[in-house]
């Protein structure tokens, strides 16, 4: 059984900056999504197996997804942020036989963690 163990997040002044995290049990493709009430989840960041890249057009330049990959951990670094931002946060792994693929699909990831709360003030 897949487990994805997320930590971190919390509230923070808007301009501040949060850090959630991912551990799973070995290297997957990585997503991150939010939802905030009321509305559908929506892609945020993710992170290939070969640790490309791809952001949410909100949060480029503010928000990166990074990878420890000796601890088999995936990092969202949230920097300037603003209340708009607030919203339960998940990370999501996926089974994926490409090393560059990066997915923004709900349907393409196979795993979730169990979300973490970012509430960021104005």
């Known amino acids: 059984q897949v487990q994805l163990v997320q930590s971190g997040g919390g509230l923070v002044q808007a301009g501040g900056s949060l850090r959630v995290s991912c551990a799973t049990s070995r290297r997957y493709a990585m997503g991150w999504f939010r939802q905030a009430p009321g509305k559908e989840r929506e892609f945020v960041g993710g992170?290939?197996?070969?640790?490309?890249?791809y952001y949410q057009g909100s949060v480029k330049g503010r928000f990166a997804v990074s990878r420890d990959t000796p601890k088999n951990t995936v990092y969202l670094q949230m920097n300037s942020l603003k209340p708009e931002d607030t919203a339960t946060y998940y990370c999501?792994?996926?089974?994926?036989?490409?090393?560059?693929?990066?997915?923004?699909?709900?349907?393409?990831?196979?795993?979730w963690g169990q979300g973490t709360q970012v509430t960021v003030s104005s």
């Open positions: 999501a792994a996926r089974d994926s036989v490409s090393d560059s693929y990066v997915a923004r699909q709900e349907r393409e990831y196979n795993y």
């Open positions: 992170i290939s197996r070969s640790a490309i890249t």
